[in-house]
């Protein structure tokens, strides 16, 4: 670059260049004898012709701050975006973990909804567990009577497979049962009274579904492969509406109560037996139920719970006596002559049953060969 019609010079070229200068000269006048002489020479500078160029560690400072700006900027993002989350949670928690109702609140509705949903899966897996306060096998305990049922649903067709066990209570297990609105098949071989025509090479044994039954319970209500008359127990409007967690599943949960006499009215194969007095009456007994429901409208859990009553009947004159337990107790004992209570029913606490659906998707179930079923037709 020119200025004033001169060119632009390096200063430190100019002085290298004169120092070289008079060293050669100094050289050539002493006849090439290098004696210790030294000359300094200063130049005065000149003035700068354009802007001086940036200096690099001003530049790496200044891409330094534009990161950190661009850090602090997405933190800030991130920082109000957990806020904003943590706020929601707070604000959902003191609600009481209220959230917004998936389905109606109201019987028809809720039924109608949630059977919908819960059918369009096809099926699912399910676990069926009782517990009755001190009645173990029968015999008066300080522990609970535990069975639980286990097997699988085709809500389409109605058809449910299952087994029930009861630890350290054989009479109350069953074998491999198949169960529909109409008839109940169950894989007992040749493990029963002579009275009944099953071999090994007919296992089945074949029942209707709707026998007289006596006394009944909650849990038969679950133990049924039509999820309507589950559904339909509580015929008024149901409260909650608040969050749970099932089994990591996030549902909202329903209450309300039913009685034992709707029930029994709901149940399309319950048929009281005939010539027997129950006691309390069935439309005394409430009976608190709890709806579970996920995300997509299914029914995940549903658990209630019932007065669990025990009665005490004399042997007459082999002495001794027999004990009866359930929601409701008889009057008088199933021994053959009958025996009447000479005492009141107790209420030894409250059963709770608890029905758990998994694993949702179709499900496969066949009813068993009628070449190897045998019918009980007692």
């Not at 706020?87 to 009481?96: A, E, H, N, P, Q």
Request: proline share 9%.
């Amino acid at each position: 670059m020119e200025q004033d019609g001169l060119p632009s010079v390096d200063s430190r070229k100019i002085e290298l260049g004169i120092a070289q200068f008079l060293f050669i000269t100094l050289d050539r006048a002493h006849k090439n004898n290098h004696s210790s002489f030294m000359v300094t020479t200063e130049a005065p500078p000149l003035a700068p012709t354009s802007k001086p160029a940036p200096d690099a560690d001003a530049l790496f400072e200044e891409a330094r701050r534009h990161r950190r700006y661009k850090r602090l900027k997405r933190s800030a993002v991130v920082f109000m975006a957990l806020v904003t989350v943590v706020l929601i949670g707070l604000t959902v928690v003191g609600s009481g973990g209220k959230a917004a109702s998936p389905v109606p609140m109201t019987g028809p509705g809720f039924t109608r909804t949630v059977l919908n949903a819960t059918k369009a899966a096809g099926g699912a897996a399910f676990t069926l567990v009782v517990r009755s306060p001190g009645l173990g096998c029968g015999l008066p305990n300080r522990r609970d009577q535990v069975s639980a049922s286990q097997g699988s649903v085709n809500f389409v067709n109605q058809i449910m497979e299952y087994s029930t066990t009861s630890p350290g209570c054989p009479a109350v297990s069953d074998p491999l049962t198949i169960q529909t609105p109409t008839a109940t098949y169950k894989d007992v071989g040749s493990n029963v009274s002579p009275f009944v025509p099953t071999s090994s090479s007919r296992p089945w044994l074949l029942t209707p579904s709707s026998v007289p039954a006596g006394r009944f319970s909650v849990s038969s209500t679950m133990l049924t492969p039509d999820l309507a008359v589950l559904l339909s127990a509580v015929p008024g409007s149901l409260s909650g509406g608040h969050l749970a967690l099932v089994d990591g599943v996030t549902t909202t949960e329903y209450q309300g109560t039913t009685t034992l006499a709707l029930l029994q009215r709901a149940d399309p194969v319950f048929v009281s037996a005939e010539g027997e007095s129950l006691v309390p009456g069935a439309s005394s007994i409430r009976i608190p139920v709890q709806f579970w429901i996920n995300g997509k409208g299914r029914l995940v859990r549903v658990s209630a719970s019932e007065p669990y009553y025990t009665q005490v009947y004399p042997l007459g004159g082999k002495g001794g006596e027999s004990l009866a337990g359930g929601a409701q107790v008889s009057t008088t004992s199933k021994a053959v002559p009958s025996v009447a209570a000479t005492t009141p029913p107790r209420q030894l606490g409250v059963a709770q049953a608890t029905l758990t659906f998994t694993n949702f998707g179709p499900k496969a179930i066949s009813l068993p060969s009628p070449l190897s079923t045998a019918t009980d037709n007692r």
